[in-house]
């Protein structure tokens, strides 16, 4: 069995990592999307908004175990600009972080395939009291104006990035290696806890456009793209801008201050090991193998 | 003291092993079972469906705490079929594990008997507004459908192996030892909340089977086999296909390119450290003494 | 400063032992009985039954970690039948975890003082829609029998040592030191979960009678003696019995099957590292300097 | 990029730890606050009490993750009087976690503006039903007299420097350095839980003023300060009592009676390694260089 498995290793280390972000991100989906079907579907009675932020959180946390990835083409971004990841290999990340995302969407859909097509009365519908789009991808609450919305996402990704480089910096917080993506989950729950009600903390344009794909073929039709007033924009662009952002105030405020130690500062191209979640070194030793 | 206990000491390791199986499944539902029975004779008001989840995620983390044991059919098979576990002990470990469920479903049928009589008025129902059969086995939502329990099961249960296996494989996320229990627990909190209320998460053949014969004997009659149109067999068979999906897709994407230390390339043998929970070598090596 | 403070070492270990179980217990109850008066007097408003869980399981947390003491008659009354604590100290324990209780009961009583004057109309009633002497000790629920609660506490004890006692025993789950005031804190949350509708989960006698005590004083009268059917002897003789039947079970079903190291099978008498928590010894030889 | 933001280092390290200060009090209010802000505007559908405490509790954690500082004057100021921590630079702690405060609440209110908006119909109240002046900082129960009051932060406090001294005592709980943010944070979710419904715990004089200063600021107006009572000055006074209270029964029942290791009875000076999260030293020694 072990034999016959070996057979199919893949040798190429970007598709690899492809593989291993679109895994990680279709967890993260999986059980994000899938307490938000749970609660919807139940009205409540099955979980609450708690149960929402703790299976996005906790599909975080299992994403990162399962996967190592980055899950989010947002921190893919901040590393590049960083310098410490490749720019050539963000596409690549990118697309298969949404594909994830998309087809995780998918088996939600099919798990929740009575549920939903109950609880809407056999209609698939954006808005209105029994909308089932909002399962999948985020929708602004009704007050909020598009200028409000990308405030709230860029302070809400800012945030992200604040707390997930502070962790995978070993100069800074000696987190044990194998806590790292419970402490991410962390940070994604208490950002969800103290930022999502406004429009759904998507913090992340993969974990927002895959499923809004699905829920456009699958039924739900245009309007997913159409309803709060064209939102579905916001999620893609704002989380971008807010990463870049956070991960500006964390280097200024913080990481730059680090004293150096003396072999350091005479060999400073042996820096780059504190990347997301300090594994970016590791990964990349092992991937290279 | 000490040496009056030691007299008892069991030398077949089989005989241990069972052992531990029944005591750590019997932890599981105690605590599992427990939490559904003080939610439902109290109406939700000493507890919610999160303490139900909360339940049965910190029964199988004290279950593993106190046995070290699978306290899965399913996860054995996988283990079994990955050959990392022999196959003559599945029956033993299988019959053992339902065993503990029962147990423990008589232990909680006594601390609640009280409880279930004024609740129920005096009846055991398994339907109805005051039926008490699903604190013991889970029961399907009126609006599933039997395929679309077993897709649930199936969806549920390969999510599960594939936290589990990334939690026990040393190479992809060192989690520290004493943790693992506490992980595994989480990713059964996380399946709850975002899986649970198609079909109330059985994800285990003896979790479902043992308490739910405990019910037929113990006076709620021939109706627990009956109802949900049959429904007693689902969660015996789909999470043992589920189980062997994730152990495949978690093979296949993950564990298969991890590049190989080279003395590992030479000794191939030397590999099933990575058992459940990356115990199950230890195991071995301290029940063989 | 600190030599100021050096000046009051005490040199005594059992007053130092007796000190720290004081006030081990007095954290506890803080938290635990501040919780239950927090959801009382706001009328589940301000937290909910799983707050109180949360109170109590993190009252354990850090009454261990502030005093490292064992918090509970009934713990050290297991720890004395295995010999790995002196029967002499256990009355001295046992006086000094209730005065804790009590102590803490009059702070938390000291603290919601005009919350419980404004919640019960000015009156101090045991029973009733505004009885407030449920946010210190334990009554049991209308539809229990003495016998029920007996069974109850019988099992909830048992549970709680076979955890505790696995916690601690670093042959079976090699537990972080740092953390395993943590997972007995975790080990008390499941319990409140899934046991605790009953009658409350009291598991500890001086949890149990230190604060009673304090109502009875305090003016909540004679009645928190009489109430439930004479119900304060149960949670103080109750838990005694179940903490042994849980150890007997640990030990006959798990640790006397650990298989010895040579070393210990010659030299039997290095065994009793394995105390409550695994910090039995440790203490012993600090305390001892 | 590496290169142009070490362009940006700061030499003086009293300006580095205040700015540490400052972020890391901001990140505490940007989740803590947030998360009220959130349960307030959707009156408890996204969230409930326990958010609120998860909220403070996490953003603790966190804010001690991204900068490793004392969050707190009232801490700082415990630190001094134990002669851990210069007197000189309390003054300049002092202000700057309060200017944290002070920015992370515009920050909140920057991205709650169209929901504080809405749901208070366009008013800025401090009291009445639609009352917003609650989320940034905190007001009394209506039953609760000021000396109540000041009792409740004395006690609170009291506790939670109990609960943090005995974290970062390497004497004590052995706790593992990356966990003490998070186990810092569980003290402050267990004080909430037991001690939040009275005043709101604040515990921390610029967790309190600041964001005070900011509703005076931004349209509340000079009620703010006049609600309660009067009610401003308990959440700066109280605290710094209680933290005293509480650095006393710590020392006094626990920390004095630690053994000596040899060495240290010689070297007295060696002592200061346990300051606040056992991080102190590390930190002087790192931010020295």
Redesign the interface.
Known sequence: ???L??K???RSQLV?EC??EC?GVY?LI??????V??VT??ED???????I???FA??V??G?????AHLNPAVTLSLC???RHPWMKLPFYAFFQALGAFLAAA?VG??????I??YGGGELTVTGPTATAGIFATYP?D???VW?GV??QV?GTA?LL??VL??GDQ?????????Q???VG??V???G??????SGYALNPARDFGPRLFTYIAGWGVEVFEAGGGWWWVPIVAPCGGALLGTL????????????RLAEEQM?RQ?PTEGKMGLELEEDC??S?
């Open positions: 069995m072990e034999r498995l070996r199919c290793r893949i690899r593989m291993a895994l967890v999986l059980f994000g999307c899938g307490s079907a749970q579907t139940t009675k099955k979980g609450q908004y708690l149960s932020n703790l299976g906790m599909g946390t299992f990162v175990f399962v996967s190592r600009v960083l310098g088996t099919l798990q929740y395939y009575d549920a097509r109950v609450a007050y909020l104006s409000g405030v709230d302070i945030a604040l707390c502070a962790l100069k800074n917080s000696p987190v044990p290696d194998g806590l993506p419970v402490l962390a940070a729950l208490v950002i806890i103290s930022m999502g009600s406004n105030i964390y280097e200024l405020m913080i990481e730059v201050h680090h004293p150096l400073p820096e092992e991937k193998t």
